[in-house]
Structure formats: structure tokens, C-alpha cells
């Protein structure tokens, strides 16, 4: 069973069906009780754990215009999130791996010719979501994950890809080696976490849509291999990855670019991977694949897991077995290099002359090393009356004093300025009075004043302005502008 995000790459039968696949013992397979638990976000960049999951609530949508811009855009690339229907209430499925075996699996990234709104031919990913069943202590947890920009061939019969796939393009290894402490099993019966890898500040990695950059051309999926470094025990003792990618939770390709998200009781909106092939491939110790699983050669694994051995697997055809497939959403930028201009977003609140604030920004974006100032300026403000610049790392849109709050709490307030006397720009032609003033800030020197550590280069910030206001027609004594969003560079 293939699966396309739209009519338009229904057409590109990429792999053989299910019964072209070596049948995976059903040891291999196992539930877990519980529910699964969200371990955080992580970022490397910074070695530091926020709580929740660093992507916004809501995906990134067409412009007003009904159009993408031409420079990147903030993109769910890939979702695979929908769980098992068919597994017992609260409990977890997972593949019951050993140490010496790396699981692959694959998707697809669709190019900007397929006709999916939002899809480019390269993509920056920059936030990894993850989920795994483990049975190590807390301290111990060792986990790698690695992308590719292609599979490196389908299975045919019981003749599999040879991992690794030609196009490497980035890795995540998460262990106390790596100074990673993943949270871990405090019960001794296994604990589902998922959790999110924010890649922002240095470890973003590039790539390619359609597997290799080119439609139709054979190799338009991409790659990604789990392994667990210590969960060593016989199944059903031993940890993997969730499964996931459940076809009826949702419509294929769910949740992302324009495709609505499926739900998930245990996991919420979910997606179901573009692309995606009921199978998986297993690589026991690097050793070759060959008919039936190949002879396992290293002392790693004294015998192939479960019977099985390097190879391509399934587990017995969906529906009456789970779905091949693993739990794993990418979120980034639809393209590698281009350069975009702040956007500006939500909406400023009409002040008590009439004028609609609104954000503009200096050239660029912020920086964390650059001598030069950069400002963040809230124009057409109200007379002499002082306010702030405050910002968080996520949107929000919620109606607050009459106007729109843009950040989302928990929010950091800047030191309080005064205005200055400009011309009224009015766009909205709403002013009544030439008294207009401009508020700013020096966006620089906040991320190099050292107070808030999260201010690191890569790192999102959406910002908003709020103003003193004593006449507000509204009674509230404030004026609000619109936001804006920025990426901190070097």
C-alpha cells in the first residue's frame, strides 16, 4: 500500500505491496501499558530541556495573497503520529529491538513541482519529534537517529537496500556520552516517551525533496534509522520505536503543508506519512541482506534477533497487523538557503487617536555578534507615552484588551523606552492627528545583554510592542501593535 498527499503524486508506485516483503516474526512487535508520555524538548544547541513541544499549535498556512512567498516558510514537512487502532486501550505498540539492529524507515518530502501548497525543493529541518519504548534505567537511555536524502532502492521480494542510503544529511545521537540524559524507565515493565529534538542554533540539516530533488525519477522517498544502544535484553525485555502511521486515523499525508491532521485519543492531531511503504528494513550489525535475512557475522548479536536478520520486514499486512511504520514528525523551513524578510503577523489595536500601530524592522534580522544595532520599531504609537517590546518563542492570537495578544506566555518584558516624534505613516488612513510617535527597540543588544540564555543564534522569536495609552477609548490604558517573527542569526 503506497501513500500520496495529493491526486497529483497518487501516480508514483514506488515500492512492491506488502507480500513482496519478508514476514517479521510477531516477536518483533509488542505493547507496552501506559500512555505515551511527552518527554520534552530538547536542544543541543544549548543543552538545555523546555517542557512541551517547541512547534507551534497551529501549521503555517498560505500568505493573504493565496500564494507562498518565494523565500522559505516554517513547515510540518513530514508527520507520521497516528497510533495502532488496533492495540488494547492504554497500551503502546512498538518493534522490540536489540542493540545491534538499526530499524529504517521511510517517507517522502514532496518538490515544489508536485503541486502541494508549500512544498520546496530542499528543505532545512530544524526540529525532530520522536517516540520510542524503553526499558533503561533514567541515565543510561542511548538513542541514534539518522536522515537521508534517499532510501537507496525498494524491496523486491526478499532482496532489501543495503543500508546506508547514498545521501546522508544529518544525525541525532542522544546518550550521557553526547551529554544527553533522556528520560528513561522508572518501572521496569517499559515507558513509551516521545520527544522533540529542537535543532535550531547549528544542527539543522538540508535535505532534498523527492528523495534525490527530482519527481518520478525512483529514489523520491527519504530515509530515517533508529537504534537503541542499550536496550540488549530478549524481547519482549528489549525498547524500539513506536508505531505508527496508522491509514485510519486519517486522510494519507495528514497534517502536513494543507492537509488536515487526523486524531489520535492518545496522541491528538496526527499525521500519516506521505509516501509511505507498509515495510521497514532491519540492519543487524552492518552486515549485508541477502535471501530470507542474511547470516548474522558479528558478535554484537550472538544470533539475528527473533530469527530475523539483515532484511526487509513487515508485520503481516495492515489491517489486520499494525502498519509498518514508525512514529516521527519533521518541521522546518521549505527551502535550504533563501533569505526572508520578517514576517509580520496578527493585529495592532486601534489607539485612542485613531492610529493603528504597526511593526516594521532594520534590514535583516537580529544577531548575536553583530556591533551594529538592529531595531524593532512600533510605528504610528500614541503621543509622549512610554511602553515595551515583549516577546516568547511562540504565536498566539488571543483577543486581549480590546486588541490582539501576538506572543505567547510565558512571555519576557524588555526595559521600558520612551517615544519618539516621527511623522503619522497611517496605512490605514484612521489617524486623526499628526501626533503620531515611534516606539523601538534595539533587538541586538537584548540578545547580547546576556540576561535570557535562550537568545542563541537560531533560535525563533516572535516580539510585539505594548504602549501606555491613558485615553484608550476602551478603558484598558494601553495600546497594542501587530507582531513579528525573526530567526536570531550568528
Not at 9 to 19: I, V
Not at 98 to 126: F, K, M, Q
Not at 183 to 198: R, S, V
Request: with cysteine.
Amino acid at each position: 500500500m503506497i501513500r500520496s498527499t495529493l491526486a497529483a503524486l497518487a501516480g508514483l508506485a514506488l515500492f512492491a505491496g506488502p507480500g513482496a516483503s519478508q514476514d517479521s516474526s510477531p516477536l518483533n512487535w509488542a505493547v507496552v501499558q501506559g500512555q505515551l508520555k511527552d518527554g520534552g524538548t530538547y536542544r543541543p544547541a544549548t543543552r538545555t530541556w523546555t517542557r512541551g513541544p517547541r512547534r507551534d499549535a497551529a501549521r503555517p498556512t498560505s500568505n493573504a495573497a493565496g500564494a507562498w512567498t518565494s523565500c522559505s516558510q516554517e513547515v510540518r514537512a513530514y508527520d507520521n503520529t497516528c497510533l495502532w487502532t488496533g492495540a488494547a486501550p492504554n497500551t503502546i505498540a512498538f518493534n522490540a529491538t536489540e542493540a545491534c539492529e538499526t530499524i529504517w524507515d521511510d517517507g517522502r518530502l514532496p518538490g515544489a513541482a508536485s503541486g502541494v501548497n508549500g512544498a520546496g525543493d530542499d528543505y532545512l529541518i530544524d526540529a525532530v519529534t520522536f517516540a520510542h519504548v524503553t526499558f533503561a534505567p533514567v541515565g543510561t537511555v542511548d538513542v541514534t537517529l539518522e536522515f537521508f536524502s534517499e532510501l537507496g532502492g525498494p524491496c523486491v521480494g526478499f532482496a532489501s537496500p543495503n543500508p546506508p542510503a547514498p545521501l546522508a544529511t544529518g544525525s541525532v545521537v542522544l546518550n550521557p556520552a553526547s551529554g544527553v540524559t533522556l528520560p528513561g524507565d522508572p518501572t521496569g515493565a517499559g515507558t513509551p516517551w516521545f520527544l522533540t529534538i529542537d535543532l535550531s542554533g547549528g544542527g539543522e540539516f538540508c535535505i532534498l525533496a523527492e528523495g534525490d530533488g527530482t519527481a518520478g525519477s525512483g529514489a523520491d522517498t527519504f530515509a530515517w534509522s533508529f537504534r537503541h544502544g542499550n536496550d540488549t535484553t530478549v524481547v519482549p525485555g528489549a525498547g524500539g520505536p513506536v508505531i505508527a502511521g496508522e491509514p485510519l486515523r486519517a486522510s494519507f499525508g495528514a497534517c502536513t503543508f494543507d492537509v488536515p491532521c487526523g486524531t489520535d485519543p492518545l496522541v491528538g492531531p496526527c499525521g500519516t506519512g506521505a509516501s509511505q511503504f507498509d515495510g521497514y528494513w532491519v540492519n543487524v550489525d552492518g552486515d549485508p541482506a541477502g535471501p530470507n535475512g542474511a547470516t548474522n557475522t558479528s558478535l554484537i548479536c550472538p544470533s539475528p534477533p527473533a530469527g530475523t536478520g539483515t532484511g526487509c520486514f513487515f508485520f503481516g499486512g495492515w489491517p489486520g497487523n499494525p502498519w509498518s511504520g514508525y512514529f516521527l514528525a519533521l518541521e522546518g523551513f521549505n527551502a535550504c538557503t533563501a533569505i526572508c524578510p520578517p514576517p509580520f503577523y496578527c493585529t495592532g489595536k486601534t489607539g485612542s487617536h485613531g492610529c493603528i500601530p504597526f511593526l516594521t524592522t532594520d534590514a535583516g534580522t537580529a544577531s548575536a555578534s553583530a556591533t551594529s544595532p538592529w531595531f524593532v520599531r512600533m510605528n504610528d504609537a500614541e503621543d509622549s507615552n512610554a511602553g515595551f517590546l515583549i516577546y516568547s518563542f511562540k504565536k498566539s492570537n488571543l483577543d486581549f484588551h480590546g486588541g490582539k495578544l501576538c506572543v505567547k506566555a510565558p512571555f519576557v518584558r524588555t526595559p521600558v523606552a520612551k517615544t519618539k516624534q516621527v511623522p503619522c505613516v497611517d496605512p490605514f488612513a484612521q489617524c486623526t492627528t499628526a501626533s503620531c510617535r515611534q516606539l523601538r527597540r534595539n533587538f541586538n543588544a537584548t540578545v547580547q545583554g546576556g540576561s535570557d540564555p535562550s537568545l542563541t543564534a537560531g533560535q525563533i522569536v516572535r516580539a510585539q510592542m505594548r504602549q501606555r495609552d491613558p485615553t484608550d477609548p476602551l478603558g484598558f490604558g494601553d495600546n497594542l501593535s501587530d507582531g513579528v517573527q525573526f530567526t536570531i542569526a550568528p
